[in-house]
């Protein structure tokens, strides 16, 4: 089995505030199926990611439920679908660090798989569903809840539309591309501003500022979204 690199695993412990106490569980979610078929007695990622899928979603609808009790339901289905959707997903994932652990296949390491969403998107569920075998649904719960409650809060905001990030993320990743976020803080700490750059490659893209990290992001990533990504 292959190892785990310990520094991007202590970083996706630190990420998530969990510590895995069986290292075989962590495994199991970082392994996907092109391994598996290179190599024997080895178990894939799919059926924690399954069980993580429903962990995400009972979550994600008990805070919907609970935090916003005059939405409609219908509004509450599109915020669900957003905050749960490939890209949001994948987005999170590279803030876990994920991409640095995923165990591939030799096939899937040439067709740059730690770049794929639809993997990254995978593994964030079974990362959870690993979680909910160690440790019930209660902490994985709490994953959720810390992840989730700004992306949340933003498309509460504009029910069935997406945030300036995650669709500057889409339409970047249709071109081969992916963005980098830079962000430093200024002020007393109790009335902190954030400001955040957005760059792709060398080439800086927008800067915004917000009270806190993930507004300053969005606020960039407004600014870099006029910009022509092709020129």
């Known amino acids: 089995m292959s190892v785990l690199d310990e520094s991007a695993r202590a970083a996706l412990e630190e990420a998530i505030n969990y510590r895995f106490r069986d290292v075989q569980h962590l495994k199991t979610a970082l392994t996907h199926r092109s391994y598996v078929a290179e190599n024997h007695g080895v178990t894939s990622y799919e059926r924690l990611e399954f069980l993580g899928d429903a962990v995400l979603q009972l979550s994600v609808t008990y805070d919907l439920y609970d935090g916003l009790s005059d939405m409609p339901e219908g509004q509450m289905a599109k915020v669900r679908a957003a905050v749960v959707s490939e890209p949001a997903l994948a987005v999170i994932a590279r803030t876990w660090h994920l991409p640095e652990l995923l165990i591939l296949g030799r096939g899937e390491e040439l067709t740059r798989g730690r770049e794929k969403d639809s993997i990254l998107s995978d593994v964030v569920e079974s990362v959870l569903g690993a979680v909910y075998m160690e440790s019930g649904f209660d902490r994985a719960y709490l994953i959720v809840r810390e992840h989730w409650a700004d992306l949340l809060a933003e498309r509460a905001s504009a029910p069935g539309s997406r945030d300036y990030k995650t669709r500057l993320q889409e339409t970047l990743a249709q071109r081969g591309k ?21 760059f792709v490659g060398d080439d800086l893209l927008g800067i915004g500022k917000g009270s806190s990290k993930k507004r300053a992001e969005q606020a960039a990533a407004e600014i870099a979204s006029t910009v022509d990504l092709d020129a």
């Open 178 to 198: 992916r963005p980098r976020y830079a962000v430093t803080e200024s002020g007393p700490e109790h009335q902190k501003s954030f400001e955040a750059q957005i």
